[in-house]
């Protein structure tokens, strides 16, 4: 198991999901708790990945952007990079 401090660089992607969710559950009152009970996932896999730095699988990706109210992975990911 790698230790948080030396968890390798993720990808601009990877940040930029994150910073969208972080601003999405702050404006919303939500944590990350609230995506890993919506990813069925622990706390632990969901604060890594909520604050960018381990990457979602593209299927929880799907489940977060249908969740968030997006037609298709595409959808969100171009609103993502886009902002």
């Known amino acids: 198991m790698v230790r948080y401090g030396e968890l390798p660089e993720t990808t601009q992607t990877t940040k930029d999901i994150s910073a969208y969710l972080i601003n999405y559950l702050d404006n919303n009152r939500l944590t990350a708790q609230d995506v890993a009970n919506l990813l069925d996932r622990s ?3 969901a604060y890594l990945r909520v604050h960018g730095k381990k990457s979602f699988t593209i299927d929880d ?3 977060i952007a249908n969740w968030l109210g997006f037609l298709s992975v595409r959808d969100f990911i171009n609103a993502v990079t886009a902002s």
């Open 43 to 45: 706390q632990s896999y």
């Open 61 to 63: 990706i799907q489940i």
